[in-house]
């Protein structure tokens, strides 16, 4: 298992991240590997960071994905019931607000449609979190 370490970054201020409505989920916008800014669901539900096989063909051909970055693919299971086996690798960051979270799990989309999603292996980093559905913010610590 890989864990997430919170980088030195000051991590003292309260972060309070606007949410995006799409299609009836929260997306919220997170820096990935200090390059790409893209807004990814906040999915409760996913066991990691999951991103598209476009996104990782872009990492791969940048070279940010390097041969030592590689994990052990491992099979999810999804809401529907199925089943699929995603190839895998570590993101070198992943920012959201004023938090930074190094060598993120991150798996591969086998869908070329599936969103991009925030897993529970970063959320459960951001210690206490809340949903203001009234202003529409993700809040944290």
Request: proline share 4%.
């Amino acid at each position: 298992m890989v864990n997430i370490q919170p980088s030195t970054q000051d991590q003292t201020q309260p972060n309070e991240i606007k949410l995006t409505q799409n299609g009836g989920v929260n997306e919220i916008p997170i820096s990935i590997n200090n390059v790409l800014k893209i807004g990814v669901i906040l999915d409760s539900g996913a066991a990691e960071v999951s991103i598209a096989p476009d996104v990782a063909l872009t990492f791969m051909r940048t070279g940010t994905i390097e041969k030592g970055d590689w994990l052990p693919g491992k099979v999810f299971t999804f809401a529907d019931g199925s089943k699929a086996e995603s190839y895998r690798f570590l993101l070198k960051s992943v920012a959201i607000g004023n938090k930074k979270f190094n060598k993120v799990a991150c798996s591969i989309s086998s869908n070329v449609n599936a969103p991009m999603l925030l897993g529970q292996n970063v959320l459960k980093q951001l210690g206490k979190y809340t949903i203001d559905n009234n202003k529409g913010v993700l809040q944290f610590d």
